[in-house]
């Protein structure tokens, strides 16, 4: 299981996504150092995790197949459910890197140990988009009508780690999985007129994560297993990965955003919120660290808190979506009810994250008001945007706050999309690689040395200039 890229964990955030799509999201403030733009061998952990992960789900359907027809119809659950998660794995190795293996991957006892004929070509990445969206509309469909034995029933509850053996959750997840990866092709013109109408059906079935009750996690219920969050203070903590970015700081110190203090703490020698200035000099940048006079990911609340769930998805996420889909389709109105909607559920998400804190010295001691929400909303002014050009900007900022370190994975697909926000990077002119943030991470060195026929047949696309084919703006 590749948990450790769902739960906050030391190895993705500090060997995956450090250098990487937190800098390029400038979800964190970091230093203008040598080669910052060049992802290097950092996927090399995720790649390996998410094929474990494959090999995994193909044994599953290799026992699966040797079923009766009967009791493949009982345990029909587990295949939909697998497929499901896969899916949105799935999907997210595809926005990171574009084509992947994957039809013929992770079939390594089905040869006999024989590595040779295990190695698997790549797929198409717009062909597997397709692919998933069609199964996962079918077992959308599906689900309205599954019926479990009572034996299965028991099994799966205790075996379901994500929704505890929930078929309404399922749902909601299939759902705003689907949401989420047609909001996401929908500027690709083969695909459009399909994304604005399976989007319809889905608002208006109704049956998504909208509702901040029903959000999709993997929750951390003890800190005696593996599924803990117990090393993600030291990734964050080492390596100044906790460094406020200036962009986010300062919307929050401009708008009165009430979760800057659930977020961040002032720097040490800062009687303000200060957040790293990306333009400047790589040792100015250094000593205002040094100086402690940088604003840090709040440590009581995120870095030292080993109860943080690890997000799938979540309904503020789900809001936005639907306010760009009916911004996109011309209703304002609507647009504002579901963005308004999102940032009251945003801030108190993060409100309740601090719940469970173990260390209090930087939880804040009141929670916000009623009438501090209102205010950031009214300051914010979504009315006020009159074209959905202007819109779009205050909702691609609000996902840029709600995403911030948490889901980095979704934050930079979503950023490359939308070409938003617009933030300033400064170019890396010491590298002879890449000046500017990267448009894709570039595949682990194994496929070339050990998939090399079927790694030939993507090479030429293998850069950081390649776009991903949701890319088109």
Same mark, same amino acid.
């Given at each position: +299981?590749?948990?450790?890229?769902?739960?906050?964990?030391?190895?993705?955030?500090?060997?995956?996504?450090?250098?990487?799509?937190?800098?390029?999201?400038?979800?964190?403030?970091?230093?203008?150092?040598?080669?910052?733009?060049?992802?290097?061998?950092?996927?090399?952990?995720?790649? &390996?995790?998410?094929?474990?992960?494959?090999?995994?789900?193909?044994?599953?359907?290799?026992?699966?197949?040797?079923?009766?027809?009967? @009791?493949?119809?009982?345990?029909?659950?587990?295949? $939909?459910?697998?497929?499901?998660?896969?899916?949105?794995?799935?999907?997210?190795?595809?926005?990171?890197?574009?084509?992947?293996?994957?039809?013929?991957?992770?079939?390594?006892?089905?040869?006999?140990? @024989?590595?040779?004929?295990?190695?698997?070509?790549?797929?198409?990445?717009?062909?597997?988009?397709?692919? +998933?969206?069609?199964?996962?509309?079918?077992?959308?469909?599906?689900? *309205?009508?599954?019926?479990? /034995?009572?034996?299965?029933?028991?099994?799966?509850? *205790?075996?379901?780690?994500? &929704?505890?053996?929930?078929?309404?959750?399922?749902?909601?997840?299939? /759902?705003?999985?689907? %949401?989420?990866?047609?909001?996401?092709?929908?500027?690709?013109?083969?695909?459009?007129?399909?994304?604005?109408?399976?989007?319809?059906?889905?608002?208006?079935?109704?049956?998504?994560?909208?509702?901040?009750?029903?959000?999709?996690?993997?929750?951390?219920?003890?800190?005696?297993?593996? !599924?803990?969050?117990?090393?993600?203070?030291?990734? %964050?903590?080492?390596?100044?990965?906790?460094?406020?970015?200036?962009?986010?700081?300062?919307?929050?110190?401009?708008?009165?955003?009430?979760?800057?203090?659930? %977020?961040?703490?002032?720097?040490?020698?800062?009687?303000?919120?200060?957040?790293? @200035?990306?333009?400047?000099?790589?040792?100015?940048?250094?000593?205002?660290?040094?100086?402690?006079?940088?604003?840090?990911? *709040?440590?009581?609340?995120?870095?030292?808190?080993?109860?943080?769930?690890?997000?799938?998805?979540?309904?503020?996420?789900?809001?936005?979506?639907?306010?760009?889909?009916?911004?996109?389709?011309?209703?304002?109105?609507?647009?504002?009810?579901?963005?308004?909607?999102?940032?009251?559920?945003?801030?108190?998400?993060?409100?309740?994250?601090?719940?469970?804190?173990?260390? !209090?010295?930087?939880?804040?001691?009141?929670?916000?008001?009623?009438?501090?929400?209102?205010?950031?909303?009214?300051?914010? &002014?979504?009315?006020?945007?009159?074209?959905?050009? @202007?819109?779009?900007?205050?909702?691609?900022?609000?996902?840029?706050?709600?995403?911030?370190?948490?889901?980095?994975?979704?934050?930079?697909?979503?950023?490359?999309?939308?070409?938003?926000?617009?933030?300033?990077?400064?170019?890396?002119?010491?590298?002879? $690689?890449?000046?500017?943030?990267?448009?894709?991470?570039?595949?682990?060195?194994?496929?070339?040395?050990?998939?090399?026929? /079927?790694? &030939?047949?993507?090479?030429?696309?293998?850069?950081?200039?390649?776009?991903?084919?949701?890319?088109?703006?």
């Amino acid at each position: +299981m590749n948990f450790e890229d769902v739960i906050p964990s030391y190895w993705n955030y500090f060997t995956v996504i450090r250098t990487t799509s937190l800098t390029f999201t400038q979800a964190h403030g970091f230093v203008n150092s040598s080669g910052r733009y060049v992802t290097g061998a950092t996927i090399t952990d995720r790649w &390996n995790r998410y094929y474990k992960f494959v090999t995994q789900f193909r044994e599953l359907e290799k026992v699966y197949a040797t079923l009766s027809p009967a @009791d493949q119809a009982a345990n029909k659950i587990y295949m $939909i459910t697998a497929t499901i998660y896969l899916y949105d794995h799935t999907s997210k190795m595809i926005d990171n890197v574009g084509d992947i293996p994957f039809s013929e991957a992770g079939k390594i006892s089905m040869t006999g140990g @024989d590595y040779s004929k295990a190695a698997a070509k790549y797929d198409n990445q717009t062909e597997l988009y397709i692919k +998933m969206l069609d199964e996962l509309k079918a077992y959308s469909t599906e689900l *309205n009508s599954v019926t479990l /034995n009572a034996g299965v029933e028991t099994v799966f509850k *205790n075996q379901d780690l994500i &929704n505890k053996g929930s078929l309404v959750s399922w749902k909601n997840y299939c /759902n705003s999985l689907r %949401l989420k990866l047609l909001n996401r092709v929908s500027a690709v013109p083969a695909l459009t007129a399909r994304a604005n109408s399976e989007m319809a059906e889905i608002i208006a079935e109704g049956k998504i994560v909208d509702e901040s009750a029903e959000n999709i996690a993997f929750r951390v219920y003890t800190q005696d297993v593996d !599924l803990d969050t117990s090393g993600f203070f030291d990734a %964050l903590e080492s390596g100044n990965n906790n460094i406020a970015p200036k962009p986010m700081i300062d919307h929050m110190n401009t708008n009165s955003d009430p979760r800057e203090a659930w %977020l961040f703490q002032k720097g040490a020698n800062a009687t303000a919120y200060v957040g790293l @200035d990306p333009t400047l000099a790589s040792g100015a940048q250094d000593q205002l660290i040094a100086d402690t006079k940088i604003a840090l990911y *709040n440590m009581s609340v995120i870095s030292k808190n080993k109860w943080l769930p690890g997000t799938l998805i979540n309904a503020p996420e789900v809001n936005l979506i639907l306010a760009e889909y009916y911004t996109r389709n011309g209703n304002g109105a609507l647009a504002k009810t579901y963005f308004e909607k999102a940032i009251r559920q945003s801030i108190e998400y993060y409100v309740r994250l601090g719940d469970k804190a173990d260390v !209090l010295t930087w939880k804040p001691t009141a929670e916000p008001t009623v009438a501090e929400v209102n205010a950031y909303i009214t300051k914010i &002014n979504f009315a006020g945007a009159t074209t959905a050009a @202007d819109q779009l900007k205050l909702i691609a900022f609000q996902k840029y706050i709600h995403y911030n370190i948490m889901q980095a994975d979704e934050s930079w697909a979503e950023q490359r999309r939308l070409k938003l926000p617009v933030f300033t990077f400064i170019d890396d002119e010491t590298s002879t $690689i890449r000046k500017s943030p990267p448009t894709r991470f570039t595949y682990p060195n194994s496929e070339r040395v050990y998939n090399t026929d /079927n790694y &030939n047949t993507v090479k030429d696309k293998d850069n950081l200039s390649t776009k991903i084919f949701w890319d088109v703006k």
